[in-house]
T-cell receptor
Framework: EAAVTQSPRSKVAVTGGKVTLSCHQTNNHDYMYWYRQDTGHGLRLIHYSYVADSTEKGDIPDGYKASRPSQENFSLILELASLSQTAVYFC????????????FGKGTRLTVV | AQSVTQPDARVTVSEGASLQLRCKYSYSATPYLFWYVQYPRQGLQLLLKYYSGDPVVQGVNSFEAEFSKSNSSFHLRKASVHWSDSAVYFC????????????FGKGTHLHVLP
């Protein structure tokens, strides 16, 4: 079964600190995504990647970097965490075709204090 | 611009009642449409999808949805809800011209009263 695994599942970070969220997929999918979920906003795309060693900006990339060192792994990096980045972050993967579903990880709850 | 609108942020129904969750989309080309469900502290899971053919599609757990091109809608239905259906439901649009671009609605929080 398709699987997307995120780590950690929750994290408390201090303002100004560096945070790395990791994601691993065993789906052999080309596309990987990082979404942010906030109450009232639904899911917003931060970064995505369609091939290893390449990342693209999504709709809300400011304050975030992404890294795709291999097809299976995709990281989200907050170089200088801020209070406004407190949210639940979801990693996801999908096949290249538009009519296929997106497979989600269980999310990482990030609290910046 | 492409968009997905779920007009109801929260819906409350009694167990055994029928359910309709509304979804409207805006997209000029062929849409690929999905409904996902999110249970507490979980990621989103696919309920059903539509990309061609019969406008009524069946999904898991007795959910179905009907695509209407004339109304630009993709409403989710269930004949009889169970308390375990309480969750957040997301409608999503995948664009045929951009494989990566999936647009999600803001979600509808369904609360089923036992």
């Amino acid at each position: 079964e398709a699987a997307v695994t995120q780590s950690p599942r929750s994290k408390v970070a201090v303002t100004g600190g560096k945070v790395t969220l990791s994601c691993h997929q065993t789906n052999n999918h080309d596309y990987m995504y990082w979404y942010r979920q906030d109450t009232g906003h639904g899911l917003r795309l931060i970064h995505y990647s369609y091939v290893a060693d390449s990342t693209e900006k999504g709709d809300i990339p400011d304050g975030y970097k992404a890294s795709r060192p291999s097809q299976e792994n995709f990281s989200l990096i907050l170089e200088l965490a801020s209070l406004s980045q407190t949210a639940v972050y979801f990693c996801a993967s999908s096949d290249r075709a538009s009519n296929t579903e997106v497979f989600f990880g269980k999310g990482t709850r990030l609290t910046v204090v | 611009a492409q968009s997905v609108t779920q007009p109801d942020a929260r819906v409350t129904v009694s167990e055994g009642a029928s359910l309709q969750l509304r979804c409207k989309y805006s997209y000029s080309a062929t849409p690929y449409l999905f409904w996902y469900v999110q249970y507490p502290r979980q990621g989103l899971q696919l309920l059903l999808k539509y990309y061609s053919g019969d406008p009524v599609v069946q999904g898991v757990n007795s959910f179905e949805a009907e695509f209407s091109k004339s109304n630009s809608s993709f409403h989710l239905r269930k004949a009889s809800v169970h308390w375990s259906d309480s969750a957040v439901y997301f409608c999503a649009l995948s664009m045929s011209t951009n494989a990566y671009k999936v647009i999600f609605g803001k979600g509808t929080h369904l609360h089923v009263l036992p």
